[in-house]
């Protein structure tokens, strides 16, 4: 029922992306970020998708994970689609009935913004989940805000905390799939009925769910105090992250894409 | 008393959890003293809530004694300075393997311990490269640890207490998810490595006959000491029953025979399998003037209607690729105990989900000869039917629990098929009986109560809905013996009553002794179908990969040892319930020797 979900989860493969430092990949990440966000004209957003799927070549990603990561957040990208469609009131008339009035602004503005979605989705996917483990990434962020230490802000268990996040992700998936079949087999029904009775539906398996979290988060913790954990001071690192050249290399590559992207949609404007 | 550098002396010790104050009914531990060598292999025993987890967790200074103190090799578990060479030293394995990898890949879990006792590189790394080595995951070392099997998270926890470097290794429950074979690997490599490392080696366990591998044993009952001595001692006690533990098979049996010949068996008798066929073999004469209780009830002739017929069933989860089963052709009888066995991951809970139509079938059919008339899992309008007619219910169904109150949690599925308040009171109440459960847990929070009785409520929520097959998934799993023996209590009551009943299992014991028939599946193909003698002796048990049932193999043993003495004894087939199993052997030699004057 949920076994496809792959938000947040890593794709092993040996490739040049998965090879680059995570803090590398965090900064590119930030400057993808950006240049989604800037780029407007469909020849610039032409231009990303290249790159984009360039990067995915570069990261060994099969274009059937790269689907599955985006499919489950499909929803949003209508939904915000058809929100922005009804509700951006600028521009040429269209259709008009009664509230209902569609304008051309409207739709190109709306389909821009389902576009970067989809965009933000397949970056965070492909430089960020799916090249790099939960610990590295926790790792990653744990140096670039090491500054923030200074002010008492508690970096290494914030890290820490999304690394274990991230790790929990398939099995609680697991786990609720497993409580949904079980609630299935007593007459439950997800499918079928209004929507109210449906989200009510999930209620029962929210509750399992929430109670048997509590449950692993408690035996966790224990497991890791039993292996000594006590907190980022004084730890050692197997892996310690180490910028290559290659890292430098593929930094400076992949930001010249972006910002060349970046370029070519000024230029047009 | 001078410290003692080389055990770890555990001094009258109590412990409660929560608040301080102690109340004599809140005592986890209670008094235990005891004392364990260095490079000893201690079981420790009890029953659900003995206070055995407890222990481990004193140890690994997890928890620190209320009264009594703690030393191990010579330092106080209560002295600050000492707490994290302690911990150091000690290294605990839990029972459930996802809820202690912390690491997404294989290598960054095992260095997780290292790491935080700050060990620098390249000791670090060659510390994990020995761990995964030693614990056989050296090539998946790379792999990601949520798509490993059970038994080899099991390993992975394994090696990840190796890369600590400790002197004592903790086992909490550490087997109790695992299937026999996979159970045994992970033994021989935990046993293999406390003697090259000379570990001392605590184990926790339910099974008995993993206690019977262990120098020394310790029981625990209530949070005190309750036994204590070499295995030999402690399952030769007539206490056991009463501290909720039970004698190996192969000892029961042997027990069973001494009893009727009116014979003795000496502690010593119990050394080892050998000792025990001796001393058996000294009971000879006894048996040919012994009187032999007639136990051996004709099970009645299962009847050869099919209630459930499946065909040609395959699934696959991932498009074809791989198949999670594969022309599966099985007949369910009515009435009868089937069960499915088979190793870990070989399909038999995909089979199980097709049974009450969660999942469709993608090829194939079943069809289930209900008192609604015959309905099929591959029409989609005869669901409601069939999840009505067939109730399923998953392994450690206790976590799927719910509702406010024990009574709404049984009534759920009665109230979603449109039951009336009449209709549901009495059927509860019939459902709470049939397992067990008093009328006052019904309107307790199903979340207070002990795990053995969650498990009955959701069996309970199940069985209100009247099922004709009832469909379990390891029902026993997780419990301890006598927990055990319940619920497979429950299932023949249910079998008495009419419920035809599918078991998934891997404990082959049970199995033997509880099912009409066995039906054994291995990657996804069915190997074997036939009754349980049928099974153990075509050799269709070692092909699924699955271990004899303990007391098959040992009565064999037995057997043939008794047949060299008395050549012409006719045994006949191996009965799988161990008094039944005594009185047929005592009645064959019997035979056997009268024949000969």
């Known amino acids: ?269 | 008393m001078p410290e003692d550098k080389n055990s770890i002396l555990i001094d009258n010790v109590s412990f409660a959890y929560g608040s301080g104050d102690i109340s004599e009914t809140s005592l986890a531990l209670d008094g235990v003293s005891y004392s364990i060598p260095r490079g000893s292999y201690t079981a420790v025993l009890g029953a659900n809530g003995s206070g055995k987890s407890t222990l481990a967790r004193l140890i690994d200074v997890l928890e620190i004694p209320d009264n009594g103190r703690i030393v191990v090799f010579g330092s106080d578990t209560k002295d600050d300075s000492l707490f994290w060479d302690i911990r150091r030293s000690c290294a605990l394995v839990f029972q459930n393997p996802d809820n202690q990898i912390v690491g997404t890949l294989v290598e960054e879990d095992t260095a997780f311990g290292p790491e935080n006792m700050g060990i620098p590189n390249p000791e670090l790394a060659e510390r994990v490269e020995n761990a995964l080595k030693e614990a056989g995951l050296y090539d998946l070392r790379d792999r990601e640890s949520a798509s490993l099997s059970g038994g080899q998270k099991q390993k992975l926890a394994i090696a990840g207490a190796l890369a600590m470097r400790p002197d004592i290794l903790i086992l909490d429950e550490a087997t109790a998810m695992l299937d026999p074979i996979s159970r045994d690997e992970f033994l021989d490599l935990v046993e293999d490595m406390r003697r090259k490392k000379d570990l001392t080696l605590i184990t926790i366990t339910h099974d008995m006959s993993e206690a019977i591998r262990c120098d020394n044993i310790v029981v625990l009952s209530k949070g005190k000491l309750a036994m204590q001595g070499k295995p030999h001692e402690i399952f030769s006690s007539g206490k056991l029953g009463k501290l909720g533990l039970k004698q190996p098979e192969n000892y029961a049996l042997c027990y069973q025979i001494a009893q009727i010949t009116g014979c003795e068996l000496k502690p010593s008798d119990l050394m080892s399998e050998d000792s025990l066929i001796k001393a058996v073999i000294k009971m000879i004469p006894r048996m040919v003037s012994a009187y032999v209780p007639d136990l051996d009830i004709n099970k009645p002739e299962p009847s050869s209607e099919v209630i459930m017929k499946i065909e040609g069933l395959s699934m696959s989860y991932d498009r074809g690729a791989t198949k999670a089963i594969s022309d599966i052709d099985l007949e369910v009888r009515r009435g009868e105990i089937l069960a499915i066995c088979g190793r870990s991951g070989c399909g038999k809970t995909t089979l199980i989900t097709h049974m009450n139509a969660i999942f469709m079938p993608q090829e194939g059919d079943i069809e289930i000869h209900s008192k609604h008339g015959v309905l099929h899992t591959s029409d989609k309008k005869d669901k409601k039917q069939i999840r009505q007619t067939v109730g399923l219910v998953f392994q450690y169904p206790e976590y799927q629990l719910f509702e406010e109150t024990v009574f709404k949690d049984i009534a759920y599925g009665l109230k979603k098929a449109g039951a009336s308040a009449e209709e549901i009171k009495p059927a509860v109440l019939e459902a709470a009986q049939l397992t067990g459960l008093t009328e006052d847990v019904l309107s307790k929070s199903p979340f207070e109560l002990s795990g053995g009785q969650k498990r009955r409520v959701a069996l309970a929520g199940v069985l209100v809905m009247k099922p004709e097959i009832l469909v379990l998934d390891e029902p026993a799993s997780g419990l301890d013996p006598r927990g055990r023996d319940e619920m497979f209590k429950i299932i023949s009551d249910l079998k008495a009553r009419g419920t035809t009943i599918v078991i998934v299992s891997h404990n082959m014991d049970e199995a033997a002794r509880n099912a009409d028939r066995i039906c054994a599946i291995k990657d996804g193909r069915i190997i074997h179908t036939g009754v349980p003698t049928e099974f153990f002796l075509s050799g269709a048990c070692e092909e699924t990969g699955l271990a004899r049932p303990v007391l098959n193999v040992f009565a064999d043993k037995l057997r043939n040892a008794l047949a060299r003495e008395v050549p012409n004894a006719d045994f006949g087939d191996i009965n799988f319930e161990s008094s039944i199993e005594a009185a047929n052997i005592v009645r064959a030699i019997r035979k056997a020797v009268k024949q000969d004057a």
């Open chain 1, 1 to 269: 029922m949920l076994e496809n979900v792959s938000i947040g989860r890593y794709y092993k493969a040996d490739s040049i992306l998965h090879r680059t430092d995570p803090r590398v990949k965090t900064i590119l990440y930030i400057v993808y970020l950006v240049a989604i966000f800037m780029i407007k004209s469909t020849p610039a957003l032409a231009a990303l998708a290249a790159t984009v799927i360039l990067q995915a070549v570069m990261a060994k990603i099969k274009p059937r994970v790269l689907w599955e990561t985006i499919k489950p957040l499909l929803p949003i990208a209508i939904l915000i689609l058809v929100i922005n469609i009804l509700t951006i009131r600028q521009g040429n008339h269209i259709f008009a009935w009664k509230a209902i009035i569609i304008t051309d602004y409207g739709i190109t503005r709306a389909i821009l913004m389902a576009i970067r979605i989809i965009f933000l989705i397949v970056s965070t996917s492909i430089l960020l989940t799916l090249t790099t483990t939960p610990l590295k990434l926790c790792d990653a962020l744990e140096k670039l805000f090491a500054p923030l230490n200074y002010i008492k802000v508690p970096v290494h268990d914030m890290a820490m905390m999304m690394s274990i996040a991230l790790r929990f992700i398939p099995t609680l998936l697991e786990e609720t799939d497993k409580i949904m079949k079980a609630q299935i087999s007593r007459g439950a029904d997800y499918d079928t009925g209004s929507f109210i009775n449906r989200i009510k539906g999930y209620v029962t398996v929210l509750i399992p769910l929430f109670v048997s979290s509590f449950k692993r988060a408690e035996d966790l913790a224990t497991a890791m105090d039993a292996r000594c954990y006590s907190g980022g001071a004084g730890r050692t690192k197997l892996h310690p992250l180490k910028i290559t050249k290659t890292d430098i290399l593929v930094g400076l590559f992949l930001t010249l894409l972006a910002a060349l992207n970046v370029v070519i949609d000024l230029s047009l404007r």
